[in-house]
């Protein structure tokens, strides 16, 4: 019982954990540029700062994979504990690994990437590969067909081109990505395939389409021996006649059309009197809807058939451009929902929130984007929606609570967030924050006495720590000395990480009490021992 007691007492003091820093991740490493599944790997780098600070390391694959470790940093260099590598890769392709600390947002943090590939994780370098857009392209039969493919860092030398299921006779330089094709007779009609360029582990391509224009062979006119026949005399173009005699001009023009869709005999009446008159819209003064799907669609066959004739074939393209300007594309036309267009550059194999990320985080690949695609977002290039901003309203309460009449009332306490800690760093996404849900929830919430005390701490900590948070809102001062104020329990709670057994909780428990009563009261109380003995000398 008073070993519970001890351990309630020092957890008393995890709600609060935050501490001050003002550093940034200045270099990140791993101990090996190459590994296996099997084997361990281990972070290291540096910051600015040589005071101790709370690091962490975000690290996220091509399928959400997400893994989460945190360190402290001593005398400006920090070293993580080794991580399994089979705990981070689960599925194949490029592993992002940020790392910052607890006075950084992640998106400025350093990032590394890893290939996984075979079993096999390597680091990747410090440069992406990316293609200049390049764009769909039209030639005529026996025309030439010539463009330059090209990356955007002008940094890398050893990029090679290729192509992938290209026509016949179409190639492309592999050291200058000159591209050349000069389609032949029987060649007319629409190509699909890819560009590629590689620089060692890195890959980027595109996807193009050429279009291939029919253009027959033109022979000479015979000589004409006789007298032209006289043209003939063009008569001039009937007009469109106006509205029907029989429609009030008062009345509501669709009560007719809705008559002429119900009424059989007032649809033959109007038929056979008023066939001037290409519809009931048209007489009426109305413009006649769109038919969906279009006349010439059989709605037995798959609409997407019309979808890849109109892509592949040019001619059935004219014929639709020229007979059914009316619908906005062969989509509409055939009642399918057109698709999100990606821009050239994006992949569809990657996450599409990386390349947000990139833009966010990198200054040079915004700039770059800004300026070949000023007409879209980066969120309308990659297909994803646009984030929805919510501004955080003053007196927010924290996860476990509900602002009502000004206050914070409690409304669960049993997996509540940290209110305090919240409150100090405004996210419930703070590293601290984050650590102390992992420690109340890996270790505590795992053993029965740690369940114990935190069925009662709740309902101690969730008395208070609503006017306490609503007091750091109001008091930047106060918020500050809170922070100061937990600094040391903040460097020795990590200990309780390590803790994974009933006893190894209590162990672990009872040290981390000692060690701050030591720093609370111990320290303190020997100062002013010994200030009152040397004022007494």
């Not at 010539?146 to 290729?162: C, G, L, P, Y």
Request: hydrophobic share 35%; charged share 25%.
């Amino acid at each position: 019982m008073r070993a519970k007691l001890g351990l309630f007492s020092a957890f008393s003091l995890i709600i609060l954990m935050v501490v001050p820093a003002h550093a940034d991740v200045l270099t990140v490493d791993i101990d090996k540029e190459s590994f296996t599944a099997d084997d361990k790997f281990t972070l290291s780098g540096t910051v600015s700062e040589q005071n101790g600070l709370l690091i962490t390391a975000a690290m996220k694959g091509p399928s959400s994979e997400k893994l989460n470790r945190n360190a402290f940093a001593t005398g400006g260099t920090f070293t993580f504990t080794s991580i399994n590598a089979d705990d981070l890769f689960k599925s194949e392709g490029i592993y992002t690994v940020t790392v910052f600390t607890e006075n950084q947002q992640p998106v400025n943090g350093t990032v590394l990437k890893i290939s996984y590939d075979n079993g096999i994780a390597s680091m990747l370098p410090d440069f992406e590969v990316i293609l200049n857009p390049i764009g769909n392209k039209q030639v005529d039969e026996n025309q030439k067909l010539s463009f330059t493919a090209s990356i955007a860092d002008s940094e890398v030398t050893d990029e090679e081109f290729s192509l992938q299921n290209h026509p016949s006779g179409a190639k492309i330089n592999r050291d200058t990505g000159v591209f050349s094709w000069t389609p032949t007779n029987s060649q007319s009609g629409g190509y699909i395939f890819d560009i590629i360029v590689k620089s060692g582990l890195l890959e980027d391509k595109e996807t193009i389409t050429v279009t291939v224009n029919d253009k027959p062979v033109v022979t000479e006119p015979p000589v004409q021996t006789t007298e032209p026949e006289p043209e003939p005399v063009l008569e001039p173009e009937p007009t469109e006649p106006g509205l029907a005699p029989f429609v009030d001009e008062a009345r509501d023009p669709q009560s007719y059309v809705d008559r002429y869709n119900t009424e059989a005999g007032y649809k033959k009446w109007f038929d056979d009197n008023f066939a001037e008159y290409d519809s009931i819209y048209q007489a009426v003064g109305l413009e006649e809807p769109l038919l969906i799907p279009a006349s010439f669609v059989d709605e037995a066959r798959d609409p997407q058939s019309y979808v890849d004739r109109y892509n592949t074939e040019a001619g059935y393209k004219k014929w639709f451009d020229d007979n059914f300007a009316e619908y906005d594309s062969i989509y509409q036309a055939v009642g399918l929902e057109e698709p999100i267009e990606l821009a050239p550059f994006v992949d569809p194999n990657i996450d599409p929130q990386y390349y947000v990320d990139r833009y966010d985080k990198e200054t040079t690949y915004k700039e770059w984007f800004d300026k070949a695609h000023p007409d879209i977002t980066i969120y309308q290039a990659v297909g994803l929606e646009e984030p929805e901003v919510v501004e955080e309203e003053f007196g927010e309460c924290g996860a476990g609570t509900d602002l009502v009449d000004g206050a914070c009332v409690i409304v669960d306490n049993s997996r509540g967030g940290c209110l305090i800690a919240t409150a100090t760093y405004g996210s419930e996404m703070a590293p601290q924050v984050q650590l102390l849900r992992e420690i109340r929830d890996n270790q505590l919430m795992n053993t029965e006495s740690g369940m114990s005390f935190m069925t009662g701490f709740s309902q101690f900590y969730y008395s208070f720590s609503p006017h306490i948070a609503d007091m750091q809102r109001e008091n930047p001062a106060f918020k500050e000395f809170v922070k100061i104020s937990i600094t040391p329990l903040l460097s020795t709670l990590p200990i309780m990480s390590h803790a994974e057994t009933e006893s190894e909780v209590l162990g672990y428990g009872i040290g981390v009490i000692l060690m701050n009563l030591a720093i609370y009261f111990g320290i303190p109380a020997v100062v002013i021992l010994q200030t009152r003995k040397y004022i007494r000398i």
